[in-house]
């Protein structure tokens, strides 16, 4: 979802005085608690979700830390060779890499964050979905709800581009979406 979604506008505050025209009229005052129910039941799985998210991210940012730290101290105990001799006789010493391959500071912050955005977004995601899933099977539940909701949306969209086309006929901009 993009947080320009979230915006305060003018188009967005016309078309939600049309949803609610349209959800007084076609509505009646069980489907519109049904709908406030279901609108609540995707917050908070999508809440808990990002916030598992964040939790496993750190998490695993941490193992991944130590294993990291794990790698280097074997690779730092091991035997290394210092040399090497050619056939033809010659030597040629190997650099120690071993500073090349520490773990930093700034590489333990990268994975902290990383990890964390991540799990935050997977975990988010996931709750979101969930959410939604829980939602539609509250809309769902009565066939006879779900009938009159479906045919007060359709008048709504309907309604919406009825005046979206108005508007564009009259000569509005095509960028501008504001529909009165």
Same mark, same amino acid.
């Given at each position: 979802?993009?947080?320009?979604?979230?915006?305060?506008?003018?188009?967005?505050?016309?078309?939600?005085?049309?949803?609610?025209?349209?959800?007084?009229?076609?509505?009646?005052?069980?489907?519109?608690?049904?709908?406030?129910?279901?609108?609540?039941?995707?917050?908070?799985?999508?809440?808990? %979700? *990002?916030? &598992? !998210?964040?939790? @496993? /991210?750190?998490?695993?940012?941490?193992?991944?830390?130590?294993?990291?730290?794990?790698?280097?101290?074997?690779?730092?105990?091991?035997?290394?060779?210092?040399?090497?001799?050619?056939?033809?006789?010659?030597?040629?010493?190997?650099?120690?890499?071993?500073?090349?391959?520490?773990?930093?500071?700034?590489?333990?912050?990268?994975?902290?964050?990383?990890?964390?955005?991540? %799990? *935050?977004? &997977? !975990?988010?995601? @996931? /709750?979101?979905?969930?959410?939604?899933?829980?939602?539609?099977?509250?809309?769902?539940?009565?066939?006879?709800?779900?009938?009159?909701?479906?045919?007060?949306?359709?008048?709504?969209?309907?309604?919406?581009?009825?005046?979206?086309?108005?508007?564009?006929?009259?000569?509005?901009?095509?960028?501008?979406?504001?529909?009165?």
């Amino acid at each position: 979802m993009s947080f320009a979604a979230l915006r305060k506008s003018p188009e967005h505050e016309d078309l939600a005085k049309l949803a609610e025209e349209h959800m007084q009229h076609d509505l009646d005052e069980s489907d519109r608690e049904v709908l406030k129910k279901a609108a609540g039941k995707v917050s908070l799985p999508a809440t808990i %979700g *990002t916030l &598992v !998210g964040l939790g @496993l /991210g750190v998490y695993a940012a941490f193992r991944l830390r130590k294993v990291r730290m794990d790698m280097f101290r074997a690779f730092r105990a091991s035997e290394k060779p210092t040399q090497v001799v050619f056939a033809g006789g010659r030597t040629e010493s190997v650099p120690d890499v071993t500073p090349y391959l520490r773990p930093t500071r700034f590489g333990d912050i990268a994975t902290y964050i990383f990890f964390g955005l991540g %799990g *935050t977004i &997977v !975990g988010g995601e @996931l /709750g979101f979905v969930i959410g939604t899933w829980s939602a539609a099977r509250t809309i769902s539940r009565d066939p006879e709800r779900r009938k009159r909701i479906e045919t007060a949306y359709r008048r709504f969209k309907a309604d919406y581009l009825r005046k979206e086309a108005k508007r564009l006929d009259d000569g509005g901009s095509v960028f501008s979406k504001s529909l009165l």
